[in-house]
């Protein structure tokens, strides 16, 4: 039930005053648990409204998180306890969120999933000493419980996540190929987990929809995985039904890598570049040098030089092993849907070897220099090293740390107030390196993948120094 009011906005649109009941698994709480959600709501209060604002306006183009921030900085959400458990009040809501007066359904499900999320790590997992999130096992554990509590793992499902990583701003023949992947994925029986925002990421899951809809294997599952940094650059799409929000873009990136079963990536900018990184960085440990993971590089044959260029790159930075982790393939939905599934099936037939969960990729090594939060200051980009005398996976998690600080420059709110109080970020290394990763960076930003197009030309968070 929703109660509203409306007042117009400078914007030419209407914001709206409501209450609303959670939905999905909020939606049964104990007094105790209620009263203890609220009061961590006050606590978490602007971390909360940012997200809050962001699932809101899912389904509206846009990547200007300062704008968007501005358009509605007189939103405020509450939690509150009531006779019938929990109560979320929302002030200045943006109009879109609404068809007739009463909150879209899907949105006031993942607004629901916000609240849980986030208050629940604040509650529950941040200041628990059970969770050492100094130690691997520690940052693992949280991960896995954070996925629990949203219910994403399910003991009882075959393993057929497949994880699509790629541009929210990419070109309209790449979207519609990421459509017609996701389409075969979904006739074949596939889950699709993306960062839940645009562009390839929206592609897959609408694919997918069609595909499941065709051999009724419904419901279908499109999870949205995200955190608070990124997701009012990236909202969730209009697809995702399963929304989750991990407290920082590592442990993001590990719940990736924990519930997919294999990954296809399309496409993208910096982001991409980033989750390539991890991947092939984790992947390179020789602790995994056995395990099975599909990794499919894949787009239209316009995208041909993109992935060469990619290719090239890692080939001068990680080296030919790296190389051979993934396989290209070039304007073939039919080849990477039918490569993915037998990749997974011998994902299955390793984890039974090994006895590791379907659900949980609990066996995977991962370097804490993968795990530990990097914050990318001008301080810590300056001082990253990046030289080919490091181990692979070690440099891989140092390019990782430079792509991620390029990714919050250009889209997070701290990053983009950072670069505008002290300028671009230096980024320092081999000068081979630094020239390869300097023409990969000069394309992105020739073929608009930076930001997503519409707004001011864009200018560099970054420079690079050999």
């Given at each position: 039930m929703d109660d509203h009011t409306n007042a117009g906005t400078p914007f030419g649109g209407t914001k709206i005053s409501t209450r609303v009941y959670p939905a999905g698994t909020l939606n049964m709480l104990s007094?105790?648990?209620?009263?203890?959600?609220?009061?961590?709501?006050?606590?978490?209060?602007?971390?909360?409204?940012?997200?809050?604002?962001?699932?809101?306006?899912s389904g509206e183009q846009g990547d200007d998180v300062e704008s968007m921030l501005r358009a509605y900085e007189d939103?405020?959400?509450?939690?509150?306890?009531?006779?019938?458990?929990?109560?979320?009040?929302?002030?200045?809501?943006p109009a879109c969120a609404f068809v007739d007066g009463k909150m879209i359904r899907g949105i006031r499900e993942l607004l629901s999933a916000v609240v849980r999320d986030i208050v629940y790590f604040h509650t529950e997992i941040g200041s628990n000493p059970n969770f050492d999130l100094a130690e691997p096992e520690g940052i693992t554990?949280?991960?896995?419980?954070?996925?629990?509590?949203?219910?994403?793992?399910?003991?009882?499902?075959?393993?057929?996540?497949?994880?699509?990583?790629?541009?929210?701003?990419?070109?309209?023949?790449?979207?519609?190929?990421?459509?017609?992947?996701?389409?075969?994925?979904?006739?074949?029986?596939?889950?699709?987990?993306?960062?839940?925002?645009?562009g390839a990421m929206k592609g897959p899951m609408k694919g997918a929809t069609i595909g499941h809809a065709k051999q009724r294997t419904l419901p279908g599952h499109y999870v949205g995985v995200s955190e608070p940094g990124i997701i009012a650059a990236e909202a969730p799409n209009p697809i995702v039904n399963e929304l989750v929000i991990l407290p920082d873009i590592e442990k993001r990136l590990e719940a990736f890598v924990r519930l997919g079963h294999g990954i296809v990536v399309f496409p993208g900018g910096?982001?991409?570049?980033?989750?390539?990184?991890?991947?092939?960085?984790?992947?390179?440990?020789?602790?995994?040098?056995?395990?099975?993971?599909?990794?499919?590089?894949?787009?239209?044959?316009?995208?041909?030089?993109?992935f060469e260029e990619i290719d090239?790159?890692?080939?001068?930075?990680?080296?030919?092993?790296?190389?051979?982790?993934?396989?290209?393939?070039?304007?073939?939905p039919v080849a990477v849907a039918r490569e993915m599934t037998r990749g997974i099936d011998q994902v299955r037939e390793w984890?039974?070897?090994?006895?590791?969960?379907?659900?949980?990729?609990?066996?995977?090594?991962?370097h804490p220099d993968f795990q530990q939060p990097f914050e990318p200051s001008h301080a810590a980009m300056r001082s990253l090293e990046i030289s080919r005398e490091l181990q692979p996976h070690h440099l891989a998690a140092n390019l990782r740390?430079?792509?991620?600080?390029?990714?919050?420059?250009?889209?997070?709110?701290?990053?983009?107030?950072?670069?505008?109080?002290?300028?671009?970020?230096?980024?320092?290394?081999?000068?081979?390196?630094?020239?390869?990763?300097?023409?990969?960076?000069?394309?992105?930003?020739?073929?608009?993948?930076?930001?997503?197009?519409?707004?001011?030309?864009?200018?560099?968070?970054?420079?690079?120094?050999s």
């Open positions: 007094r105790e648990e209620v009263a203890r959600l609220s009061d961590a709501t006050e606590e978490v209060g602007e971390v909360l409204r940012q997200c809050a604002l962001a699932v809101l306006n939103f405020r959400i509450q939690v509150h306890q009531v006779n019938r458990g929990m109560r979320i009040d929302l002030e200045n809501a554990n949280t991960v896995f419980e954070i996925l629990r509590n949203a219910r994403l793992l399910d003991a009882q499902r075959e393993p057929n996540v497949v994880v699509c990583w790629g541009g929210h701003s990419i070109s309209g023949e790449e979207y519609d190929y990421t459509k017609e992947v996701g389409y075969q994925l979904g006739l074949r029986g596939r889950d699709i987990c993306t960062g839940c925002g645009p910096v982001g991409t570049a980033e989750e390539i990184l991890f991947i092939l960085g984790i992947l390179l440990n020789p602790a995994n040098r056995e395990a099975p993971f599909p990794l499919i590089f894949s787009g239209p044959e316009s995208s041909r030089d993109y090239r790159f890692i080939g001068l930075t990680l080296g030919d092993r790296a190389r051979e982790i993934y396989r290209i393939v070039i304007d073939d984890r039974v070897h090994v006895n590791d969960a379907f659900y949980f990729n609990w066996l995977l090594d991962i740390r430079a792509f991620s600080g390029i990714v919050s420059g250009n889209v997070k709110p701290q990053g983009v107030r950072a670069i505008r109080e002290h300028g671009p970020f230096e980024i320092h290394g081999e000068p081979d390196i630094m020239e390869a990763l300097d023409q990969l960076l000069r394309r992105f930003v020739a073929q608009n993948r930076m930001k997503l197009p519409g707004g001011a030309a864009y200018e560099p968070c970054y420079r690079i120094v």
